[in-house]
């Protein structure tokens, strides 16, 4: 049993268990700061040169902050984040610090041969909210390389690396939001092939009216009002494959003109009732349209938005609740 998985029986609110509720939550944080806080072009890493553009990141989300739990969930995956590229550093493996904070905190220790203290990453993302240079993280990661680099330099260390405990499930090709990321790729684009091809023809007016602009969610919203008089009515064939196209058009309209993106949750058996990934989520499951967390962080089933119109709301409403991008596509506060 490795020492990330050794605190699961352990009594809860103990360190031991701490630690381990601590790392299991890490790939889901590391998920969503991929997926959904940071901008798309975003280099997620794990090494140091990401975390300049990760601080700035996070001093433009605090200029602009969402309250309560969001902002919770934001700090602690930059927390996470910054904690793995400092491990990649100076080795060692997480930890929990009972004394730190109000109730404990997670902290990183180093591989025990340098001689260094516990680091806080929560605190030094609280240091960076505070100081806003936009330098913390990066000073800290050099901070911390230069007493590895010290001993590298001694003759008798040749060759020597700082040696660190794999943390479970975090490397990045392991994250959902870039293993669904390829495949609701490869799925759009078979929706395109097919809504080019044929959905276009078949729902009247070819690719020359369904253009993705603001008037063919009109001539969708009179197609939905001229088959389907009830909710019920639609429900009936919502998965046929005309259906299920036309639900593929107006997500698709939303990525392109709201600068949303696609994404799916797959249902973990082992995720508690009520949190993101568990079966009674409402977002797992089946593909959906997200705005970033940075932006806005609405977010819809296009399947709902057609539903939306047969309970009496115009297309263009439901759509409209997601922000207009601006500013060189950027979203407004």
């Known amino acids: 049993m490795d020492v990330y998985s050794q605190g699961k029986d352990a009594p ?31 280099s997620h890493t794990y090494r140091s040169p990401s975390l300049k553009r990760l601080e700035k990141e996070l001093l433009w989300y605090f200029e602009h902050p969402h309250g309560g739990d969001l902002d919770t969930i934001f700090s602690k995956s930059v927390a996470g984040y910054l904690g793995e590229t400092l491990l990649n550093e100076v080795g060692g493996r997480w930890d929990w610090d009972e004394n730190a904070g109000t109730s404990g905190l997670p902290v990183v220790r180093p591989d025990p041969v340098l001689g260094l203290d ?4 929560s605190t030094i993302v609280d240091q960076a909210v505070t100081e ?28 020597w690396q700082p040696e660190r405990t794999p943390t ?80 593929w058009y107006v997500g698709e309209y939303v990525v392109r003109r709201k600068r949303a993106q696609w994404q799916y949750l797959q249902v973990n058996p082992d995720a508690e009732p009520g949190t993101l990934y568990a079966a009674d989520s409402y977002w797992t499951g089946s593909a959906f349209v997200r705005q970033r967390y940075r932006y806005d962080s609405h977010a819809e089933h296009p399947h709902e ?9 115009g297309l263009r409403e439901v759509v409209n609740r997601f922000n207009d991008p601006r500013n060189g596509g950027d979203y407004g506060p």
């Open 12 to 42: 809860q609110g103990s360190p031991a268990y701490e630690l381990y509720a601590w790392v299991e939550s890490l790939h889901e944080l590391m998920d969503l700061l991929y997926g959904t806080f940071t901008e798309e072009r975003w």
């Open 118 to 121: 516990p680091v806080v990453p």
């Open 132 to 159: 806003k240079s936009g330098l913390v993280f990066t000073e800290t990661a050099r901070s911390l390389r230069s007493v590895v680099r010290a001993r590298q330099r001694k003759k008798e260390n040749a060759g």
């Open 168 to 247: 479970p499930w975090v490397a990045r090709e392991d994250l959902e939001a870039v293993t669904y990321a390829r495949q609701l790729s490869d799925w759009s684009n078979r929706c395109y092939s097919i809504y080019y091809y044929t959905w276009a023809d078949e729902a009247g007016g070819g690719i020359e009216h369904w253009n993705f602009q603001p008037e063919s969610l009109d001539t969708m919203e009179a197609l939905l009002r001229e088959n389907f008089q009830t909710v019920e009515d639609y429900n009936r064939v919502a998965d046929e494959p005309f259906w299920m196209q036309a639900a």
């Open 305 to 313: 938005m057609l539903r939306a119109v047969l309970t009496g709301t």
